[in-house]
T-cell receptor, first 114, second 108 residues
Framework: EAGVVQSPRYKIIEKKQPVAFWCNPI?????LYWYRQNLGQGPELLIR????????DSQLPKDRFSAERLKGVDSTLKIQPAELGDSAVYLC????????????FGPGTRLTVL | DAKTTQPPSMDCAEGRAANLPCNHS???????VYWYRQIHSQGPQYIIH???NNETNEMASLIITEDRKSSTLILPHATLRDTAVYYC?????????FGTGTRLKVLA
């Protein structure tokens, strides 16, 4: 079974530029999560989807971050404009939505903002 | 969600059992204990989870104390590939709150 797929794996941009990250969850998984992981820290939740609905976006900086999950499958996380402090690894995870909804993580996208 | 406390680092000899402790003294009755690990430049990998009883799978064993205030993850025969950061998470709702984890180094 294929795991969570993310692209790109690495991205380097100048500050004030836009950037987008893509996630394809495990087939059949209803829930999808985006996390941000700063260097030396554990991941922090940005947004959670149940199917196509964002059910928790309380930690998403909405002035510059946006996310969508069209058709309840793939998801895109966007930053516009990027700031130096956005340099981090952005992780996507998916869960089957049943029982304890164990989350399975993708490899992440490492963003460097110059 | 309850907070967890883990030692920042541990060493273990290759082939020996690695025992990683976690304190979660404020855990509630319906909160699960989850363990993940993160190898350098990869996403967190699910290891095991439990509520009250001890659990075992092909990767590890999870021992939860009777009062549920602490747990231990056991890797029975550590290999060099087990070198990683190990996160203990207490989860009630869907939200995972990661700490800084334990950096386990397996020594040859």
């Amino acid at each position: 079974e294929a795991g969570v797929v993310q692209s790109p794996r690495y991205k380097i941009i100048e500050k004030k530029q836009p950037v987008a990250f893509w996630c394809n969850p495990i087939s059949g998984h209803n829930t999808l999560y985006w996390y941000r992981q700063n260097l030396g820290q554990g991941p922090e939740l940005l947004i959670r989807y149940e199917n196509e609905e964002a059910v928790d976006d309380s930690q998403l900086p909405k002035d510059r971050f946006s996310a969508e999950r069209l058709k309840g499958v793939d998801s895109t996380l966007k930053i516009q404009p990027a700031e130096l402090g956005d340099s981090a690894v952005y992780l996507c995870a998916s869960g089957d939505g049943w029982g304890t909804d164990t989350q399975y993580f993708g490899p992440g996208t490492r963003l460097t903002v110059l | 969600d309850a907070k967890t406390t883990q030692p920042p680092s541990m060493d273990c000899a290759e082939g020996r059992a690695a025992n990683l402790p976690c304190n979660h003294s404020t855990i509630s009755g319906n909160e699960y204990v989850y363990w993940y690990r993160q190898i350098h430049s990869q996403g967190p990998q699910y290891i095991i989870h439990g509520l009250k009883n001890n659990e075992t799978n092909e990767m590890a064993s999870l021992i939860i104390t009777e009062d549920r205030k602490s747990s231990t993850l056991i890797l029975p025969h550590a290999t060099l590939r087990d070198t990683a950061v190990y996160y203990c998470i207490v989860r009630g709702t869907y939200k995972y709150i990661f700490g800084t984890g334990t950096r386990l180094k397996v020594l040859a």
